[in-house]
């Protein structure tokens, strides 16, 4: 007889498939429109399905009621989300990229990373009573500062990849922002043992443990430095060095196919994962070395620019992880505690956390004349102000505060009970650090479409007030272009245009009878007429998700017969046409040409073909894939499907 199952894992897997489904369906305008972050939706659906409302996701069960197991399950999830989110970080980054901007790097990772952890420990120190005003609370409250003071990279992606990132924030910006967060997750490594070595061994005495600040500073740079950072520099490079190598030598030979060659990133970000995990070094810093060693010819970077694999699982990960970490924070812990943290604390506290734990640091740095050279990124002080607010605690935090714990734990005395001096360490560690980590998911997650609103919305009613008192009786838009049967302007919120040129329907594509009334409409109502100016009007045609489909190539077959006389130079490069490092040959015929890449005109890119014939055959590469896979032959990869309404005027068929 048919029964139900009713298991934890189906129940699991219904959950989340049918949450990732669900919010798939909305992801666009939810990120894109909205400018809504993935991570915040999903924290608050995370708690929707906990033990405190649906009960549907009840990780305690899942850890057999053991509160350890589930910690180190959060731990190896933690480790497993950031050693992907920073292969992939490390991917993203031009050609050389840390060699190159080694001295902002330096500033954000030195100075700055330095205020900030000293910052955030004495906010702390002044505000959790159980820390006290001796020396060993103001050690306790730099081992919570540690915890929280390197920024999220899986956070960060609100303000460096999507259409917020593409029109308001410069390329150069986001390339820093993402080297910045990518290696100081690494980085807390040393100021969280500084802290916790000094507790150990200087904090308090028991037998067997050979007290002593010498040993304590011994440990922290044996330990810490060499074997914790250095080591896992030295093995990331050299496993991302011999990656590429090894790709390298089996894409000459035809010896990868295109799946296994996309997927390749998400593989070594697996095995440095697991092996830096098995000899006990930093395997975050590692993963976002080696993703960067990998791409250091910017071979990878540009042969999967345009592929959607790599930001597929991205999304994958970061709705996963928050969903779980909506469902094992401690909210009750929020409200009571054994460490007399009140709520208005936690929220004094997370307030001033979030504006003065890394927003002066950055400013100042901006305002000092050598500061200024050192991060030239940062142009002015809105951007100075801008990078300081984004600097977002996630899944960093949550990370070290599990490896905090797990030391705290090696710390208990001879009859197994926590020290007297740091029992109350572990409890108050869990609730500032988780606090302020919700905090800066939602603030971050919810500051730029509230900053949006708060920046639209007055200027829109205060439009549709003025329109209403001056012509309450009339339509806002000509009834000439009504009565025709053209296309109504559309706008977004604050009155701007939503498409990039107009609304109007493109000359060659209206009846000749309209034009002359359009073109009296134009002049009567004030419009400016794009097609005299040889502006475009037609927009970009995009992609599920978002990104810009590029035009064609010249022809399905591969083969070019005729080569254009102008060239349009485009790619990362501005400047000058004799400074080229990326082309893509095509007639400069603006209706041609479509958005990309931090919205620069982008012609028709060339086949394999193409390129074969011109001689390149160097690994820096026009974006888009260049290689053709031993399957491409047989199942038609490679080629772009035509676009409806196209101009394919000058290409030959």
């Not at 990373?113 to 006290?132: E, H, K, R």
């Amino acid at each position: 007889m048919p029964a139900l199952a009713i298991t934890n894992f189906n129940i699991v897997l219904s959950v989340l498939g049918g949450w990732i489904s669900l919010f798939g369906l909305v992801s666009y305008l939810c990120k894109e429109s909205y400018y809504m972050s993935e991570a915040f939706i999903s924290l608050l659906v995370g708690v929707a399905f906990s033990p405190r409302a649906a009960n549907f996701i009840r990780p305690l069960v899942y850890a057999d009621y053991d509160p350890l197991t589930l910690q180190a399950i959060t731990l190896a999830f933690s480790r497993l989300v950031l050693g992907v989110q920073l292969v992939l970080a490390g991917v993203q980054l031009p050609s050389r990229y840390l060699q190159q901007q080694w001295r902002p790097l330096s500033m954000l990772l030195g100075p700055i990373m330095f205020m900030m952890w000293i910052a955030t420990s004495l906010l702390v120190w002044a505000l959790v009573p159980s820390f006290g005003p001796n020396g060993i609370g103001f050690l306790k409250a730099l081992v919570v500062g540690s915890c929280v003071t390197p920024t999220d990279p899986v956070l960060s992606n609100v303000i460096v990849k999507g259409r917020f990132a593409d029109h308001n924030v410069p390329k150069e910006l986001q390339r820093i922002i993402v080297a910045e967060s990518g290696a100081n997750d690494g980085l807390g490594y040393p100021f969280l043992f500084f802290a916790l070595y000094l507790i150990k061994y200087v904090g308090h005495d028991y037998p067997g443990d050979g007290a002593g600040s010498g040993r304590a500073m011994a440990l922290w740079f044996y330990e810490t430095w060499v074997y914790t950072i250095i080591l896992s520099i030295v093995y990331g490079a050299a496993v991302g060095w011999i990656a590429k190598e090894l790709l390298h030598w089996a894409e000459e030979r035809k010896f990868v196919d295109r799946e296994s060659f996309l997927v390749f990133a998400i593989s070594l970000a697996l095995f440095i994962t697991g092996t830096c995990g098995m000899i006990g070094s930093d395997d975050v810093l590692a993963c976002f070395i080696a993703g960067n060693v990998f791409t250091w010819d910017d071979w990878f970077r540009l042969e999967t620019l345009d592929d959607s694999l790599q930001p597929t699982i991205d999304m994958l990960l970061n709705v996963t992880i928050f969903m779980w970490y909506g469902a094992v924070c401690p909210w009750e812990m929020f409200l009571r505690n054994g460490v007399g943290m009140q709520i208005y604390r936690l929220i004094v506290l997370g307030i001033l956390v979030l504006l003065l734990r890394r927003l002066p640091w950055v400013f100042i740095a901006h305002k000092i004349p050598w500061g200024r050279k050192m991060i030239p990124q940062i142009e002015g002080a809105k951007q100075a102000i801008f990078v300081g607010f984004f600097g977002p605690v996630g899944v960093s935090a949550i990370f070290y505060l599990y490896i905090t714990l797990e030391f705290l734990r090696g710390m208990d005395g001879p009859d197994g009970q926590p020290r007297e001096d740091i029992k109350d360490l572990a409890e108050t560690v869990t609730v500032v650090v988780w606090f302020i980590a919700i905090c800066s998911i939602v603030v971050h997650g919810l500051s730029i479409p509230v900053g949006k609103l708060g920046f639209h919305l007055p200027r829109t009613l205060s439009k549709g007030l003025k329109s209403g008192a001056a012509s309450p009786s009339r339509s806002v838009f000509p009834d000439s272009r009504r009565s025709s049967g053209g296309p109504l302007p559309s706008f977004n919120v604050g009155g701007r245009v939503s498409s990039f040129f107009t609304g109007r329907t493109p000359g060659w594509a209206r009846p000749a009878e309209r034009q002359s009334d359009d073109e009296h409409n134009t002049e009567r109502h004030g419009e400016t007429d794009f097609s005299q100016q040889g502006i475009p009007l037609t927009r970009p045609v995009y992609r599920i998700g978002g990104t810009i489909i590029r035009n064609p190539p010249a022809s399905d077959t591969g083969a070019v017969e005729s080569e254009p006389k102008d060239v349009a130079v485009v790619g990362d490069v501005e400047g000058p046409s004799q400074s080229r490092s990326r082309l893509d040959t095509t007639p400069t015929n603006s209706s041609n040409m479509t958005l990309d890449d931090g919205g620069r005109g982008r012609g028709v890119s060339a086949t394999p073909a193409a390129r074969e014939a011109t001689g390149s055959k160097s690994h820096s590469r026009a974006p888009g894939r260049s290689i053709r896979f031993p399957d491409d032959d047989s199942q038609g990869v490679g080629s772009a499907p035509t676009l409806v309404g196209e101009n394919t005027a000058g290409v030959k068929q």
